[in-house]
């Protein structure tokens, strides 16, 4: 079956930065790209952007140009997303998904910034 | 980008009630429309995917209609293990997500 497997909670101080990785299982990775989705009390969901697993190709929201950045190890099936310049606000929890139907997430990561 | 506009942002209703949820896009959206039904502490599981097509395991009270910009989640009966927050999501274009409906028992 289809599963998308996070790693586990981060703690991290402002300015610092963190990798979030998201291990695919149950399907040919490099079919569907990934997607990455922020999700706070305040915000509610927000959708980061997505990479293509076989190019390696990204699309990013605006919002997040800067912040965020894509990449994909296809020999692993898995996808990162680096957060960079940690700030307060972008305590969170991240989920990525699998794109084109959307059907499938991650459990979550939590990132917690903090000092 | 699209907006998602949810509608009522709380619920409450008695066991045994239809309940309607409703998601407003801000143009039309052609239908990639989907539910999503969210607990506490869990990822968002899908429930209907492109406005009206039940995903695999999700009970049948469970349904969702609509077209252009308008669109309705469904329970027919609501039931104890409802409880949650249901966001919509539309994929049409640039993906974006409702702020949400939490549904809570009278």
């Known amino acids: 079956q289809v599963q998308l497997q996070q790693s586990g909670a981060e703690l991290a101080k402002p300015g610092s930065s963190v990798k979030i990785s998201c291990k695919a299982s149950?399907?040919?990775?490099?079919?569907?790209?990934i997607s990455w989705i922020k999700q706070t009390t305040g915000q509610g969901l927000e959708y980061i952007g997505y990479?293509?697993?076989?190019?390696?190709?990204?699309n990013y929201n605006e919002k997040f140009k800067g912040k965020a950045t894509l990449t994909v190890d296809k020999s692993s099936s898995t996808a990162f997303m680096q957060l960079s310049s940690l700030t307060p606000d972008d305590s969170a929890v991240y989920y990525c998904?699998?794109?084109?139907?959307?059907?499938?997430w991650g459990q979550g990561t939590l990132v917690t910034v903090s000092s | 980008d699209i907006q998602m506009t949810q509608s009522p942002s709380v619920l409450s209703a008695s066991v045994g009630d239809r309940v309607t949820l409703n998601c407003k896009a801000s143009?039309?959206?052609?239908?990639?429309l989907n539910w999503y039904q969210q607990k506490l502490g869990e990822a968002p599981k899908l429930l209907i995917y492109?406005?009206?097509n039940l995903q695999t395991g999700i009970p049948s009270r469970f349904s969702g209609s609509g077209s252009g910009t308008d669109y309705t989640l469904t329970i027919s009966s609501l039931q104890p293990e409802d409880v949650a927050t249901y966001f919509c999501?539309?994929?049409?274009?640039?993906?974006?997500f409702g702020s949400g409906t939490k549904l809570e028992i009278k």
């Open positions: 998904a699998r794109s084109r139907g959307f059907a499938y």
């Open positions: 149950g399907y040919t990775f490099t079919s569907y790209y």
């Open positions: 990479i293509n697993t076989g190019s390696g190709g990204t």
């Open positions: 143009q039309n959206i052609n239908k990639y």
């Open positions: 492109n406005t009206n």
């Open positions: 999501f539309q994929h049409n274009s640039w993906p974006t």
